[in-house]
């Protein structure tokens, strides 16, 4: 089983950015798919989530209407799409795959807001 995120990087305040996460070795069209990221000294807190099909999505309020989390199953691949980025933006995100009682995580991606 393999989550691996892409995509990070330095992005100005006000830019965007597309992280990708790419899964293997389980169903991933059977499974939730979140994204969460984890600041300096600070604890992992999730952002946003998409259901199995697509068809639902919910964010924390820090993220919404500017963060969108998408999904191709046909690529095994989750999205989140990044807007009008804030220094306080600046994080290791991660991408995450639940179902029932199993858990995957991916190793994390750097994103750094900053001018």
């Known amino acids: 089983v393999q989550l691996v995120e892409f995509g990070g990087g330095l992005v100005q305040p006000g830019g965007s950015l597309r992280l990708s996460c790419l899964a293997s070795?389980?169903?991933?069209?059977?499974?939730?798919m979140r994204w969460y990221r984890q600041a300096p000294g600070k604890a992992r807190e999730w952002i946003a989530g998409?259901?199995?099909?697509?068809?639902?999505?919910n964010y924390a309020d820090s993220v919404k209407r500017r963060f969108t989390i998408s999904r191709d199953n046909a690529k095994n691949t989750v999205y989140l799409q990044m807007k009008s980025l804030k220094a306080e933006d600046t994080a290791v995100y991660y991408c995450?795959?639940?179902?029932?009682?199993?858990?995957?995580w991916g190793q994390g991606t750097q994103v750094t807001v900053s001018s």
């Open positions: 995450n795959a639940k179902r029932a009682f199993t858990e995957y």
């Open positions: 998409i259901s199995s099909d697509g068809s639902s999505t």
């Open positions: 070795g389980f169903t991933f069209s059977s499974y939730v």
